[in-house]
């Protein structure tokens, strides 16, 4: 494998350790909670009623909040084989390390702040990358267009892999404000 290369790989797992890391720490240092505060449920969501409706889920689902309120339950991925870094500060939806893209899941912390969902591009052509990984995402939450186009979700080159977008939230191609992509 090409050093230069593997640097970059180890480079991108080390950020998103320090993000994690960092979104912990946020979280247990800072919120005024004790961080041996305990909860039912990490995703800050209690099941009962939500929005007029019955939205208890059940063991094998997770509940996201849309921007309008809206509580959708989908597959719980986080009961699935996840990677060492992952934990309750964050998970992996899709893709990997060493795949095309990574999408991860950072739950709602204490505070109140939204769910969110990274897509990382890992490599090119970052059109084709990002619609990849849109359809892993929708595959892996069973929700249609308008669903994810409601959900928390940032899209974002791994450094080094492209000068013009490095940085940019690219976002979700099929939803409003998005960047066209090569």
Same mark, same amino acid.
């Given at each position: 494998?090409?050093?230069?290369?593997? !640097? !970059?790989?180890?480079?991108?797992?080390?950020?998103?350790?320090?993000?994690?890391?960092?979104?912990? !720490?946020?979280?247990?240092?800072?919120?005024?909670?004790? &961080?041996?505060?305990?909860?039912?449920?990490?995703?800050?969501?209690?099941?009962?009623?939500?929005?007029?409706?019955?939205?208890?889920?059940?063991?094998?689902?997770?509940?996201?909040?849309?921007?309008?309120?809206?509580?959708?339950? $989908?597959?719980?991925?986080?009961?699935?084989?996840?990677?060492?870094?992952?934990?309750?500060?964050?998970?992996?939806?899709?893709?990997?390390?060493?795949?095309?893209?990574?999408?991860?899941? $950072?739950?709602?912390?204490?505070?109140?702040?939204?769910?969110?969902?990274? !897509?990382?591009?890992?490599?090119?052509?970052?059109?084709?990358?990002?619609?990849?990984?849109?359809?892993?995402?929708?595959?892996?939450?069973?929700?249609?267009?308008?669903?994810?186009?409601?959900?928390?979700?940032?899209?974002?080159?791994?450094?080094?892999? &492209?000068?013009?977008?490095?940085?940019?939230?690219?976002?979700? &191609?099929?939803?409003?404000?998005? $960047?066209?992509?090569?």
């Amino acid at each position: 494998m090409n050093k230069t290369l593997l !640097i !970059i790989l180890a480079t991108v797992v080390v950020l998103i350790l320090l993000i994690l890391g960092g979104f912990f !720490i946020k979280t247990q240092f800072f919120s005024g909670t004790p &961080s041996n505060a305990t909860s039912t449920n990490p995703f800050g969501f209690d099941g009962g009623q939500q929005n007029g409706t019955n939205m208890t889920p059940s063991s094998s689902t997770l509940p996201l909040v849309l921007n309008d309120g809206t509580v959708v339950n $989908v597959p719980d991925f986080t009961k699935e084989n996840q990677p060492s870094w992952a934990g309750e500060t964050g998970y992996q939806v899709a893709g990997g390390d060493t795949d095309a893209y990574l999408i991860t899941y $950072v739950p709602p912390d204490q505070s109140g702040a939204r769910a969110e969902i990274g !897509i990382t591009i890992q490599s090119e052509p970052l059109g084709a990358t990002r619609a990849a990984a849109e359809v892993a995402l929708q595959n892996k939450l069973q929700l249609n267009n308008a669903q994810i186009c409601a959900l928390n979700i940032e899209v974002y080159t791994q450094p080094g892999l &492209s000068d013009l977008y490095e940085g940019d939230n690219l976002g979700v &191609s099929f939803c409003p404000g998005a $960047v066209k992509l090569p």
